[in-house]
């Protein structure tokens, strides 16, 4: 097996760093050389550069060092570009969610796809889960991503049919409505974040915050 430069990009205050010390430590015990940063290196050339959990925008010529700079993104692309897009199909309804790997373009979230897998929910995941899970894919297409090379380039298609964005979610966005049930609000719950944006409503001037989890 050929042994690879890679550079693993992601936010400073991404949720998604659980998982990717774990990708780090399988890359390198297939023998390739890992660096994890939280700015894109326009410095060095790497064979493989995933950008996880990364919202930093790349300009072309910056891109143009690498040999592949790849991103993963849960929604079925074209569809579902744009910001937290689990969390937007969860409160969506679905419960099945493809998690895509694709080549970085100029635009965002517009390059050829290479992978991609569906993960399936039964509703009953909160957040922790729900990332869980899609951290797990993200590794598992990472790795099969190096694994495969070159021959994985085959699979390449270029993006088709109507595209769509999903807007920033801020912490308003936990907002519950006391005019609903719980019911309706259950996938509002399912992906707050206790921690960072936590569910709350408002009742005669006062606000309330409501943390959830399962009773184990």
């Not at 326009?42 to 891109?63: G, N, T, W």
């Not at 991103?71 to 579902?80: D, R």
């Not at 609000?185 to 399912?190: A, F, G, K």
């Amino acid at each position: 097996m050929n042994k690879y430069q890679i550079a693993i990009i992601t936010d400073e205050t991404s949720w998604s760093e659980s998982y990717l010390d774990e990708l780090i430590m399988d890359f390198r015990n297939m023998g390739h050389e890992v660096v994890c940063r939280y700015k894109f290196d326009k410095e060095h050339a790497y064979d493989f550069v995933f950008l996880l959990s990364c919202q930093e925008i790349i300009k072309p010529e910056y891109l143009a060092l690498n040999r592949h700079n790849l991103v993963v993104h849960a929604s079925a692309l074209p569809q579902g570009k744009g910001w937290s897009p689990l969390t937007w199909q969860i409160l969506e309804g679905k419960s099945t969610i493809p998690v895509t790997l694709f080549e970085a373009a100029e635009h965002v979230d517009a390059g050829c796809i290479y992978l991609q897998e569906d993960i399936h929910f039964d509703g009953t995941e909160l957040i922790d889960e729900l990332r869980s899970a899609v951290g797990k894919a993200t590794c598992a297409l990472c790795k099969t991503f190096v694994h495969d090379y070159p021959a994985v380039l085959h699979h390449s298609r270029e993006q088709q049919g109507e595209e769509s964005f999903y807007p920033r979610r801020r912490p308003e966005d936990s907002k519950l409505d006391l005019d609903k049930s719980i019911r309706d609000q259950i996938n509002l719950l399912r992906v707050v974040d206790n921690e960072r944006y936590p569910a709350f409503f408002e009742w005669m001037g006062q606000r309330y915050r409501i943390l959830i989890q399962k009773d184990e």
